[in-house]
């Protein structure tokens, strides 16, 4: 995957290019002026961790992109990740990640180059909206690669495998953001009966995952879930009930709870606040 966007500041061009890897796809500001100087690691970190086996509609995808676009600002990292059913060689993988960097500190302005540090203002100003940009794009390319006709969804050991990640970042603070409808479907345990969510009992629920070695470590990131109980998109008539909707959410508390992440908010399936 290739992001590409060049933008001319002041005489000066500057070109952000990812990478045919999805590894860092926003380029450094500071290494591209060549000021002598390093960036601090990020003191947040975000996770947009896709499920791949639900096909959302339009408002769904909408709210979204209106939850993501506002979360990144000058000194933040971020990772988008697609997941769905081993079986179907649909493995976990990092689709783009990025940093966002943070201006000179005033009392170090001093120490640099007048000109030089006009191109790092510009290219700063430039970078911000560009990984943004590039963020969403890789959260849409997700979902767009999304299918209805997967046989299983396996939600608790992609988000094991995903939560080393987020765990093993020095970030201070780490926002994950789970877009799924959270219906585990795979050889643990289905929450279906019937190709109908069923009303799960979530201590026996998790204990399956327990017994499975299938809870994770989020190393404390607050979490949030869009997509929650969604319904297909090519099934507008289904209906999902609120006994059934409070027994998962209860599952997902206590096995969030016990994978080390804080649950901000459930969305069913969107989320009534902004992401903190």
Not at 9 to 20: E, I
Not at 91 to 98: F, K, L, M, N, Q
Request: aromatic content about 8%; overall charge positive; some cysteine.
């Amino acid at each position: 995957m290739k992001f590409v966007k060049f933008a001319v500041m002041a005489g000066v061009m500057v070109a952000f290019a990812a990478a045919d890897a999805a590894e860092n796809a926003v380029a450094s500001c500071y290494a591209m002026v060549n000021i002598g100087m390093v960036q601090a690691k990020p003191a947040h970190e975000i996770f947009v961790l896709v499920d791949q086996t639900v096909l959302f509609d339009d408002g769904v995808k909408a709210s979204i992109n209106e939850r993501l676009l506002p979360l990144l600002r000058p000194g933040t990292a971020y990772s988008v990740a697609s997941f769905s059913a081993y079986g179907q060689g649909r493995y976990p993988v990092i689709i783009s990640s990025g940093v966002t960097e943070a201006s000179v500190p005033a009392t170090m302005r001093n120490d640099i180059s007048v000109p030089k540090l006009k191109k790092l203002d510009d290219c700063l100003r430039a970078q911000l909206p560009f990984a943004s940009r590039t963020m969403l794009a890789a959260t849409a390319m997700a979902i767009s690669g999304s299918s209805g006709g997967l046989a299983n969804s396996e939600i608790l050991a992609s988000l094991k495998q995903l939560s080393a990640r987020v765990a093993a970042s020095p970030a201070r603070k780490k926002t994950v953001v789970i877009i799924s409808d959270m219906i585990e479907h795979s050889t643990i345990t289905s929450f279906y009966s019937k190709s109908i969510l069923r009303k799960i009992d979530p201590d026996v629920e998790f204990a399956k995952a327990t017994a499975a070695g299938l809870v994770a470590n989020f190393g404390g990131a607050e979490t949030y879930v869009i997509g929650a109980g969604a319904l297909p998109a090519d099934k507008p008539s289904a209906r999902r009930g609120t006994a059934e909707m409070t027994s998962l959410e209860r599952f997902w508390r206590q096995w969030l709870n016990a994978s080390r992440a804080d649950l901000e908010e459930f969305g069913e399936p969107l989320l009534l606040k902004p992401i903190g």
